[in-house]
């Protein structure tokens, strides 16, 4: 049997729940340092280092957290709905403490919940893509109940991760881990919500779509 069939509904949350943690744990160790040298250190110069710290990694963790929740949570009861406007907040907040600048094209509406994860989620797909920045550019047509989303990354020697191209078109991933699981959950989402994932390398870019499957 095949390890994503294999994958019990218990698996797959402990997987996402190991990967928030893993993201979270850059800027709250950061933190911690920072509060560490603020009892350590007598100098005006390091303690005012140690808030410029603090404060920057208290802002990058509140901001992937609050990424997480919409991405990764329930974000609702089942058929609720989530308003764009919100999920671009979550996504400018995330994007900036990366590389890449967010372009986002999405005018505001209300939008099924799995429809809004999924996009979140391909986000940070597309943000794997541009490893030393450049831009991601969000589009979405159709209506809300029935949309289909084009992200475009593009920077300096965009690429493809390994693996991701084939578990985004269904195949099955060499291992399910910690590390692979959000291009499977991304997967998962889609075919909940009735979409087909594509990723291809065009020239300066990487361009991702998300389509209905009817």
Known sequence: MS????????????LVASRVCHDIISPVGAITNGLEVLDEEGSEDM?????DLIRKSAR???????????AFGAAGSAGAEIDLGDAQVVATGFMENEK?????????????????????NLILIANQCVPRGGEIRVEMEGEPQSPSFTLHASGLNPRIPLGMKETLGGEEPERVDAHSVQPIYTLLLARESGMVLTIDKQEELVKITALPTD
């Open 3 to 14: 390890a994503l069939k294999e994958l019990s509904s218990l698996d797959l949350a402990a």
């Open 47 to 51: 303690r005012e280092f140690a808030m």
């Open 60 to 70: 990058q963790a509140s901001a992937k957290l609050q990424f997480a929740r919409l």
């Open 100 to 120: 890449s600048d967010l372009n986002w094209q999405l005018t505001r509406h209300l939008m099924p919940k799995n429809y809004v994860k999924l996009l979140l």
